[in-house]
């Protein structure tokens, strides 16, 4: 019986990650910059990579994983890498005290009512998006490894080197 209910889950948990692996742009949402503006649409940054990190303070490995996303901020942004952080925190002061301490070398903006979560259907944190240069989702990753970092970078590397 739990054989056949494991089975049942996860063939009932497949068609949310093939709905957005490799074949469909990312949701729309309505994010806020730190200083309230919003942020344009995914598709207006086709061309580029995107790593979308959903993310929130109170998130052990969403700690650990700020150096990560700062190193591929620093490494790759020259050749067209974009890394959005996406703040899921209740209360704004609550992620402002955390980039205080752990100052991030690329772009956060807020999820201020979690309606892109929602969209992104975001299950664990972190919860990371990969939007290739054609805009559409490439790789979705849950939680943070320090042992998968280097494959993870990989990815990345690969998904640059493409041409449109």
Same mark, same amino acid.
């Given at each position: ?10 063939? $009932? ?16 949402? *309505? &994010? ?24 929130? *303070? ?14 591929? *901020? ?6 067209? &890498? ?5 703040? $899921? ?9 955390? $980039? ?65």
């Amino acid at each position: 019986m739990t054989r056949y209910l494991f089975l049942v889950l996860f063939l $009932l948990s497949q068609p949310v990650a093939a709905h957005f692996e490799g074949d469909t742009p990312p949701p729309h949402c *309505s &994010l806020n910059y730190q200083d309230g503006s919003q942020v344009q649409d995914w598709q207006a940054m086709k061309g580029q990579v995107i790593y979308i990190d959903f993310w929130a *303070s109170w998130c052990p490995p969403c700690v650990k994983s700020f150096p990560f996303m700062n190193q591929l *901020s620093q490494d790759f942004k020259e050749r067209g &890498l974009q890394v959005i952080g996406v703040n $899921l925190d209740e209360k704004r002061a609550e992620a402002e005290a955390f $980039l205080n301490q752990y100052p991030p070398d690329f772009t956060v903006v807020f999820d201020l009512d979690k309606q892109c979560a929602k969209d992104f259907n975001v299950i664990a944190m972190p919860s990371t998006y990969i939007i290739d240069k054609k805009g559409f989702v490439r790789h979705i990753h849950r939680g943070f490894r320090p042992n998968e970092t280097e494959t993870m970078r990989e990815l990345i590397d690969a998904l640059l080197n493409e041409t449109i």
